[in-house]
Nanobody, 123 residues
Framework: EVQLVESGGGLVQTGGSLRLSCVAS????????IAWFRQAPGKEHEGVAC????????WYADSVKGRLTMSSDNAKDTVYLQMNSLKPEDTAVYSC????????????????WGQGTQVTISS
């Protein structure tokens, strides 16, 4: 059974930082494209970052480039999302997801999702 467990969310002020973690089990971690998504109230699900296992490249949404950094610790089956210079519009539930390996993680069909962790940025 695939399980993804996120942690690290919280309430911070504008300009602050958070580091989210996602621990995966039940998957071949280093062969699976993995991504972070977010969903704000009243808005659609949005992909923010992902890692393509085929070549190790990362992709970021334009709205987070330069502020969010995704990394992977394969020894711990864990991915991280370092979030800096946070803005109120970053407020959302952040979830990680895994999908089949492929050349571009930004177009992967993600099949398993975690429950998410709430990130709230105060102005």
């Amino acid at each position: 059974e695939v399980q993804l467990v996120e942690s690290g969310g919280g309430l911070v002020q504008t300009g602050g930082s958070l580091r989210l973690s996602c621990v995966a089990s039940g998957v071949t971690f280093d062969a699976t494209n993995i991504a972070w998504f977010r969903q704000a109230p009243g808005k659609e699900h949005e992909g923010v970052a992902c890692i393509s296992r085929s070549d190790g490249t990362s992709w970021y949404a334009d709205s987070v480039k330069g502020r969010l950094t995704m990394s992977s610790d394969n020894a711990k089956d864990t991915v991280y999302l370092q979030m800096n210079s946070l803005k109120p519009e970053d407020t959302a539930v952040y979830s990680c997801a895994v999908g089949a390996p492929g050349p571009s993680c930004s177009t992967t069909a993600y099949t398993h999702w975690g429950q998410g962790t709430q990130v709230t940025i105060s102005s």
